[in-house]
């Protein structure tokens, strides 16, 4: 079983703090469409940072199935850890099988389970595959995200519709140029191939 993080939310000092803050920017809470907002701002973050525990199920690899087990296009939803605003894109998650495989509907509780803290995109992509690599001893991982992050596109530059990419490989998917071709193409990431 995967828990939760341990820390207490204390919703009542999440919302003061919210009111606190917005009216330090000069927004007042008083009229009757924003009076609820610091509730809702201290709901919404305590959702966003808040996993759902999950069980880990794996089962023998009673085929001996050595091929790429991939699941393309994750929706990941996650906050940048440096101005606390969204970041939101897809993640193709896979590996190659060891002694046991995993469920698939796993692939996206794990990555839901370390994007829902405030995060950055290369450490998010680098803990789902080695998270990978410790549970299941697997031949290889291989984790690409692709996310547009609101940080850099409502504000600052805003580079609109840009497009932040990391990947993370290890073992033969690392190792083994076909293999790593075969994980790129399959994720549709053909020009982090050639890397």
Known sequence: ??????????????????????????????????????????????????????????????????????????????????????????AHVGYLPGERILGLSKLARVLEHFARRPQVQERLTKQVADWLTVQLRPKGVGVVIAAEHTCMTLRGVRATGSTTVTSTLSGALREDPRSRQEFFALTGVHSAAGR
Request: glycine letters at 4%; a negative charge; proline letters at 8%.
């Open 1 to 90: 079983m995967i828990h939760q993080p341990d820390a207490d939310v204390d919703l009542a000092a999440a919302e003061r703090a919210a009111g606190d803050f917005l009216r330090a920017l000069g927004i007042s809470t008083e009229s009757e469409s924003l009076r609820e907002t610091p509730a809702r701002m201290a709901q919404a973050y305590a959702e966003l940072f808040t996993p759902h525990p999950f069980d880990l199920t794996t089962f023998p690899n009673e085929e001996g199935y050595d091929e790429l087990v991939l699941a393309r296009d994750i929706p990941i939803r996650s906050v940048c850890e440096h101005h606390l605003l969204p970041f939101v894109g897809v």
